[in-house]
């Protein structure tokens, strides 16, 4: 585990912070569609992603779902990060995209390690700049995005943390993701189609143009 963490992290994190993750932290793998984190969830670990992709999603008032951001290797989920310096339960749920391998770090560790470790409280600052980019291109995608050009970037960020161009996802689960209907889904998908940008199949679409 020590030599994924320094392949991973070990442009930023001093060796004696290595040696702390590797003391204090353990292993995790989860299988592809495992909940990591849930709504409401105490949170008593924090995560750092080894290997694999994770879907951050939030929840509105009536129950229904969006996508904010993907994270990949190197990454941690800021929202959690947030719960975990502030001892607060979870707001958004996290998902395995594929499987994934992960080292969770206990909550009391956070704030000393900022205090101590540059390179922590690097990491800290950056995971923060790219997850609130990321979550500023979500709301422009709400606000300014018409579905279909929406759709179309979310099939490129998913071959993207896949690293994959053929994608095992139903129509329904993609109008999960992107809030919408899966007959929406149908009629957009095939359009994408038609411009030579995808090819469907059963339960599968591959990405030919990103």
């Given at each position: 585990?020590?030599?994924?963490?320094?392949?991973?992290?070990?442009?930023?994190?001093?060796?004696?912070?290595?040696q702390?993750?590797?003391?204090?932290g353990?292993?995790?793998?989860i299988?592809?569609?495992e909940?990591?984190?849930?709504?409401?969830?105490n949170?008593k670990h924090?995560p750092?992603?080894?290997?694999?992709?994770?879907?951050?999603l939030?929840?509105d008032?009536?129950?229904?779902?969006?996508?904010?951001?993907f994270?990949e290797?190197?990454d941690?989920c800021?929202?959690?990060?947030?719960?975990?310096?502030?001892?607060s339960?979870?707001?958004?749920?996290?998902?395995?995209?594929k499987?994934?391998t992960?080292f969770?770090?206990?909550?009391?560790?956070?704030?000393?390690?900022t205090?101590?470790?540059?390179g922590?409280?690097a990491f800290?600052?950056?995971?923060?700049?790219?997850?609130?980019?990321?979550?500023?291109?979500?709301?422009?995608?709400l606000?300014?995005s018409?579905?279909h050009?929406r759709?179309?970037?979310?099939?490129?960020?998913?071959?993207?943390?896949?690293?994959?161009?053929?994608?095992?996802a139903?129509?329904?689960e993609?109008?999960?993701?992107?809030?919408?209907?899966?007959?929406?889904?149908?009629r957009l998908?095939?359009s994408l189609?038609?411009?030579?940008?995808?090819?469907?199949?059963r339960?599968?679409l591959?990405?030919?143009?990103?």
């Amino acid at each position: 585990m020590r030599e994924e963490l320094v392949e991973s992290y070990g442009y930023l994190f001093e060796e004696a912070l290595i040696q702390e993750i590797v003391d204090v932290g353990h292993e995790v793998k989860i299988k592809s569609g495992e909940v990591l984190i849930d709504y409401g969830q105490n949170v008593k670990h924090m995560p750092l992603l080894i290997k694999g992709a994770i879907k951050v999603l939030r929840q509105d008032d009536d129950g229904d779902e969006l996508l904010l951001y993907f994270l990949e290797n190197g990454d941690t989920c800021t929202m959690t990060m947030t719960c975990c310096m502030g001892e607060s339960q979870s707001e958004v749920k996290a998902i395995a995209e594929k499987d994934s391998t992960l080292f969770l770090l206990p909550v009391e560790k956070m704030a000393e390690w900022t205090r101590t470790y540059k390179g922590w409280m690097a990491f800290v600052f950056e995971s923060y700049n790219n997850r609130f980019n990321e979550m500023l291109e979500a709301i422009d995608s709400l606000a300014f995005s018409n579905m279909h050009d929406r759709l179309y970037k979310y099939l490129k960020n998913k071959v993207m943390v896949n690293k994959l161009t053929v994608l095992e996802a139903t129509h329904q689960e993609i109008a999960y993701d992107l809030h919408t209907s899966r007959v929406v889904i149908s009629r957009l998908l095939k359009s994408l189609e038609n411009e030579k940008k995808v090819k469907l199949f059963r339960n599968k679409l591959e990405v030919i143009d990103f």
